[in-house]
T-cell receptor, first 111, second 111 residues
Framework: KQEVTQIPAALSVPEGENLVLNCSFT??????LQWFRQDPGKGLTSLLL?????REQTSGRLNASLDKSSGRSTLYIAASQPGDSATYLC??????????FGGGTRLMVKP | DAGVIQSPRHEVTEMGQEVTLRCKPI?????LFWYRQTMMRGLELLIY????????DSGMPEDRFSAKMPNASFSTLKIQPSEPRDSAVYFC?????????FGPGTRLTVT
């Protein structure tokens, strides 16, 4: 059974810092990996999707990498802003077409 | 595209009452997912449909929960009778087997 772990569970940084969020998974036979953002009281917004054959994806200040063989993904946020404060979740899709989610990292960027 | 649409956005009901949550997936998406999110258990997959057919309902907590997808543009999740421990945010999501998109959720409170 796939298990997804996100470390750290919470992170507080001053504005302007570059930061890395980590995601690890136990079964490397994944179809893709997706990073989401969730603001308090809101739904999940898809940030980046990495196919199993890809190593990374970039969108603006966000860069997600994937090392399938080691079961790891990272989400890099450059020049963090207070508006980046949210919970970030990673999810992996296996062949059964279902996503398995990590517990999330709650990020606070202080002005 | 309007995205995934869920109704109602908030529901407050008394224990023992029937609750029906509704979802309209993104047009053209052939997979639909119902999730439940709580502080204690995080995000849990309840049931997953592909081409309107339930594929995996192993996450449905008990017989009080049922879900239907009568056509490609509509799904319901019903709880009968509802209990206080069912209080949570219920999300619907859809995809075409790749990037998954979430609705805004229904916040259910059972008193």
């Amino acid at each position: 059974k796939q298990e997804v772990t996100q470390i750290p569970a919470a992170l507080s940084v001053p504005e302007g810092e570059n930061l890395v969020l980590n995601c690890s998974f136990t079964d490397s036979a994944i179809y893709n990996l997706q990073w989401f953002r969730q603001d308090p009281g809101k739904g999940l917004t898809s940030l980046l999707l990495i196919q199993s054959s890809q190593r990374e994806q970039t969108s603006g200040r966000l860069n997600a990498s994937l090392d399938k063989s080691s079961g790891r993904s990272t989400l890099y946020i450059a020049a963090s802003q207070p508006g980046d404060s949210a919970t970030y979740l990673c999810a992996v899709r296996n062949a059964g077409n279902m996503l398995t989610f990590g517990g999330g990292t709650r990020l606070m960027v202080k002005p | 595209d309007a995205g995934v649409i869920q109704s109602p956005r908030h529901e407050v009901t008394e224990m023992g009452q029937e609750v029906t949550l509704r979802c309209k997936p993104i047009s053209g998406h052939n997979s639909l997912f119902w999730y439940r999110q709580t502080m204690m258990r995080g995000l849990e997959l309840l049931i997953y449909f592909n081409n309107n057919v339930p594929i995996d309902d192993s996450g449905m907590p008990e017989d009080r929960f049922s879900a239907k997808m009568p056509n490609a543009s509509f799904s319901t999740l019903k709880i009968q009778p509802s209990e206080p421990r069912d209080s949570a945010v219920y999300f619907c999501a859809s995809d075409r087997g790749n990037e998954q998109y979430f609705g805004p959720g229904t916040r259910l409170t059972v008193t």
